[in-house]
């Protein structure tokens, strides 16, 4: 058993703390939350310069051939510093499901335009039902002259306002079981007959409505086989799902620093507000949730990354840290009291975060289902 | 990273599962009450002990009383991941897998003790040959067992102590007292305090019962009066005990049965799956699966947190805060377990062992009152909160 990160992804995260912070100052986080698209062009520029699209895709597609678990890695750091942008999307979401399902040509196509940072991509699966099983894709996709047409509506689409293409889930056959029948098609997002809009989210994340309105897509663009989208769709869900937990983590030890360093600071009665004991147990309690989190996140991500079976341990995962990091982040507000309420503070960007990832890719009332499956309840 | 076990570990934890499987008698994990977490029912010291004494002197022999120690005191030399495999599965099988010498006051002797009072101690704690209890409280000092007042004054070769100490959990049946004393009654609190090994057979100790809430005597009130033990008893440096009952204390704190909660667990979702109610399953019922699954959920976290605290001995590291952490959420795990366990019993969970239609054998009931102890003992929730607070995260004292 080895608990610790190596030395490289050691440097990994000393390396992207410093970048993110000298990069991207909250002033800059509150300017992308508040801006229609969402991330800024050049820091996104350097983030590609830096190999961090790329980061996870083999080298022979112009990545540098990391590990799953080095993405996680490089996540939390986002997640600590809050990183606006469509990276989680176009590489979590995007490239690794090209990489686990496209053919050769679509690798070749898409991923090193991934790692050097020329496309954004993320996937159109939930649809207004706001539900992450097979039963709940409803949106159609019809072959006719060689060609597919799609019609149907998909619901908190990350990033799609800027995405150059959609990974979206379409049934193209009513099977016996809602998971058979489901095919995932690579998207142009500047088809005729794909409308994008912009929804306005609580964590200022840039959600959209895409209505595809008889969308034509070549046969070609069949990501993976025909009808049997499905398990390609779970497996995406599970990095996803790990993936989120990792910014939480992140998100959450930045909650608790921030907290703790205003509680040394801060003077009622004389002394720093640290020294009552009621504000040290909500500092312990957050300590423990925030351990706790990251490190049942980092054995999830463990075996997803060594391609063992994962499904309880994801669950886990991000089921506890869901709650744990809303935890932290209330208890963070309840220490900075009545300055934390107040939009020039930086608390409730984290609190807003924290019920977007707990909402997404499962919260932990769905992921306790899981959880009780496995354990064959 | 590498979550797995290696090929060394993963064979050990075979060996240990092969032994326990041969030697554990018979119905005796189904049979054994102790609820994870607890002190109340750990009723094998005194009600079953002498059952197992065959079972203690084999472990003694494999020097798994003492898996981390050194060889040449007795010990197997091999890894803390090991000692926590171990400790893992024998609390899996409800097994008593060590003691307050073996796991406490030894470990404790091993960092601090004298190369003398190791060659003394070590080798017969190692044997099982000997068992300490725990002489920490008293009347006024439990949290703040500085202001302790129970004295040892020096006189020639010999301390002499007058005092009392409270709880002294087993300190019937065991043969030392692992003692904190003061000894410079004009320093600060924490300045004066030594660390002794007093002989219980000691002329002018008088031990009085003390019944605990599960109906169990595990708990003693302990008199010392003029009571003479010699100076080389004394752990380390006189007036530094203090210093060394944080690190006895983070050892106590990294004694989690983390086996039992596992096991314990398993029997209440068993009996959700087996338990018809109206022709269903409880385990069908959508609030006790959602329970279950948060109980799953904090056990595998509970679990993280105690891997990582050998992992860290392992590499040299003395577990402080993360002991704390540890002990916080595993015996706060025992509390939930108790109120699940509860839950999905609903009427069956205030069946005592004994009744005719008690499920578990009144395991439940029994932990519901005993898991009350697991976040008293080894200090309490709100002293591990202060020292992750305070020792952890730098906030003030003032």
């Not at chain 1, 939930?126 to 159609?140: G, H």
């Not at chain 2, 320093?187 to 009085?208: W, Y």
């Not at chain 2, 009152?369 to 305070?390: H, W, Y």
């Amino acid at each position: 058993m080895d608990l610790g990160l190596s030395e490289e992804q050691e440097m990994l995260r000393t390396s992207a703390r410093d970048f993110l912070q000298k990069e991207c100052p909250k002033q800059l986080v509150k300017q992308l939350d508040e801006s229609d698209e969402g991330y800024s062009p050049e820091l996104w520029r350097k983030m590609a310069e830096l190999g961090w699209m790329g980061l996870v895709l083999p080298e022979e597609y112009g990545g540098s051939g990391g590990s799953f678990l080095d993405l996680v890695v490089l996540l939390e750091e986002m997640g600590y510093n809050i990183l606006p942008g469509p990276f989680f999307s176009t590489v979590v979401l995007g490239g690794l499901s090209i990489l686990a399902a496209g053919n050769e040509e679509q690798k070749k196509e898409f991923l090193p335009k991934v790692a050097n940072g020329e496309i954004i991509l993320t996937l159109a699966l939930t649809e207004p039902s706001a539900k992450y099983d097979a039963a709940s894709v409803k949106t159609k996709a019809v072959a006719r002259n060689g060609e597919y047409v799609i019609n149907g509506t998909k619901l908190f689409i990350l990033d799609a306002n800027v995405a150059d293409y959609l990974l979206c889930v379409a049934r193209t056959k009513e099977g016996v079981k809602p998971e058979d029948g489901i095919t995932i098609f690579l998207v142009d997002a500047k088809s005729p007959g794909v409308k994008c809009t912009l929804l306005k989210t609580l964590a200022r994340d840039k959600q959209c409505e895409i209505i595809f309105d008889n969308v034509n897509v070549p046969k070609d663009n069949v990501l993976g086989e025909v009808d049997r989208g499905w398990p390609v769709v779970e497996s995406i869900l599970q990095k996803a799902a790990v993936a989120k937990c990792a910014e939480m983590v992140g998100g959450a030890q930045a909650s608790l620093e921030m907290a703790v360093s205003y509680a040394k600071e801060r003077v009622q009665f004389n002394r720093p507000i640290g020294s009552f004991q009621a504000i040290q147990h909500y500092c312990a309690n957050m300590v423990t949730d925030v351990d706790g989190s990251r490190f049942v996140t980092y054995r999830a991500a463990w075996k997803v990354s060594e391609g063992i079976p994962a499904t309880m341990d994801v669950a886990v995962a991000k089921a506890w840290t869901s709650e744990a990091y809303g935890r932290v982040t209330l208890l963070g507000h309840q220490i900075f009291g009545a300055i934390g309420f107040t939009m020039d503070h930086d608390m409730h960007l984290y609190y807003r975060r924290a019920k977007a990832g707990e909402i997404m890719f499962g919260d932990g009332d769905f992921q306790r289902a899981v959880v009780a499956q496995e354990l064959g309840l | 990273m590498d979550f797995r076990f290696s090929e060394q570990e993963e064979a050990f934890r075979r060996e240990v599962e092969d032994f326990i499987n041969e030697e554990l008698p018979a119905g005796w994990t189904e049979g054994n009450i102790h609820w994870p977490g607890g002190y109340g029912t750990l009723e094998e010291f005194e009600v079953i002990g002498p059952r197992m004494a065959q079972f203690r002197r084999r472990l003694a022999e494999k020097g798994w009383l003492t898996i981390s120690w050194p060889k040449e005191y007795g010990g197997a030399g091999r890894s803390n991941i090991e000692q926590a495999i171990f400790h893992e599965r024998m609390s899996y099988y409800r097994a008593p897998g060590g003691d307050v010498a073996t796991l406490i006051g030894g470990p404790t002797i091993l960092h601090f003790g004298s190369d003398e009072m190791k060659k003394e101690w070590l080798p017969r704690i190692a044997k099982g040959d000997v068992t300490f209890w725990l002489a920490y409280s008293e009347p006024n000092a439990g949290s703040d067992l500085a202001s302790l007042q129970t004295s040892a004054v020096e006189e020639g070769d010999e301390l002499v102590i007058n005092g009392q100490k409270i709880w002294g959990t087993v300190a019937h049946v065991s043969d030392y007292a692992w003692m904190v004393v003061r000894t410079d009654p004009t320093a600060a609190p924490h300045k004066g305090i030594s660390l002794i090994i007093v002989d219980n057979k000691s002329d002018g100790i008088t031990i009085r019962p003390l019944m605990n809430i599960c109906g169990f005597h595990s708990f003693n009130e302990v008199f010392f009066d003029n009571v003479r033990v010699p100076k080389k008893n004394i752990v380390g440096e006189k007036n530094q005990g203090w210093y060394y009952l944080m690190v006895a204390l983070d050892f106590e704190r990294l004694v989690i049965p983390m086996g039992g909660f596992r096991r314990t667990f398993e029997e209440i979702v068993q009996y959700a799956r087996e338990t018809k109610h109206n022709g269903q399953a409880l385990s069908r019922d959508p609030l006790i699966r959602n329970k279950l699954a948060e109980m799953a959920i904090e056990i595998e976290v509970a679990y993280m947190f105690f891997w990582q605290t050998a992992w860290m001995l392992d590499r040299g590291l003395m577990p402080n805060i993360e002991a704390s952490v540890l002990k916080l959420v595993t015996t706060e795990l025992s509390q939930k377990l108790a109120s699940v366990g509860t839950a999905v019993m609903g009427h069956y969970a205030q069946l005592e062992r004994g009744s005719k239609w008690v499920p578990l054998r009144g395991r439940v009931p029994a932990g519901y009152l005993d898991c009350i102890s697991a976040l008293v003992g080894a200090g309490t929730s709100e002293i591990q909160r202060n020292i992750i607070a305070m020792r952890g995260l730098g906030l003030p004292r003032k």
